[in-house]
């Protein structure tokens, strides 16, 4: 019963849990359905996932995956702060597109330069915990995944697609080197014939 009434609550409440995402990333986000999820631990399990791409680069999404799950730390969720042990994404496809101006996910994780006007009228004020917080996940998945890679800087562009896509990284982070193992298909390769194992 305790699950069932969580789960309601969350459904209730996915509008706001959007939001959230939304603050943390720059983009528009959107799911069908939220639930909670106690396969690997506890978190939570989205369906019919999209990440909205940078409006100057396009109108379509930047990823969807049918389905998402999100593990969190369970220690300091009791107190309050929910900090993310690992993100799984099933069958995801995702879209990166790149010209002159670089890279349609330069723009995540950064606010909205405001203009003049809108700075004048706002009051100074200190960053809370959240925002001061750097972004970390321990681990991020991605199974069985696509990746359409455009590029308008070459000549002629490039267009190439990645096919099977299993990619793992650890200690995800906006300000620190990140492990990273993918493997996958490439040239329309009916098998995986790529793998690499990196940090960057």
């Given at each position: 019963t305790a699950l069932i009434n969580l789960n309601s609550y969350l459904n209730k409440n996915k509008v706001w849990l959007a939001e959230q995402a939304e603050a943390a990333l720059g983009r528009k986000v959107s799911f069908d359905e939220v639930g909670v999820s106690l396969i690997g631990g506890f978190g939570a399990r989205l369906k019919n996932?999209?990440?909205?791409?940078?409006?100057?680069?396009?109108?379509?999404?930047?990823?969807?995956?049918n389905d998402?799950?999100?593990?969190?730390?369970?220690?300091?969720?009791?107190?309050?702060?929910?900090?993310?042990?690992r993100i799984v994404l099933g069958s995801p496809v995702v879209?990166?597109?790149?010209?002159?101006?670089?890279?349609n996910f330069d723009s995540i994780g950064k606010k909205k330069e405001k203009?003049?006007?809108?700075?004048?009228?706002?009051l100074p004020e200190e960053p809370s915990a959240g925002e001061a917080a750097p972004f970390l996940v321990s681990l991020m998945e991605i199974k069985d995944g696509e990746i359409h890679f455009v590029d308008h800087t070459?000549?002629?562009?490039?267009?190439?697609?990645?096919?099977?896509?299993?990619?793992?990284?650890?200690?995800?982070?906006?300000?620190?080197?990140i492990r990273m193992h993918m493997a996958a298909a490439l040239f329309d390769s009916d098998r995986q014939n790529f793998e690499l194992e990196t940090t960057v």
């Open positions: 996932f999209h990440i909205a791409d940078d409006a100057a680069f396009s109108k379509e999404d930047f990823v969807r995956a998402v799950q999100v593990r969190i730390k369970v220690l300091p969720a009791l107190f309050g702060r929910y900090e993310v042990k879209t990166i597109l790149r010209d002159e101006r670089g890279f203009s003049e006007a809108e700075k004048e009228k706002e070459s000549n002629p562009s490039t267009d190439l697609t990645i096919q099977m896509l299993d990619f793992l990284a650890s200690d995800v982070s906006l300000t620190t080197p």
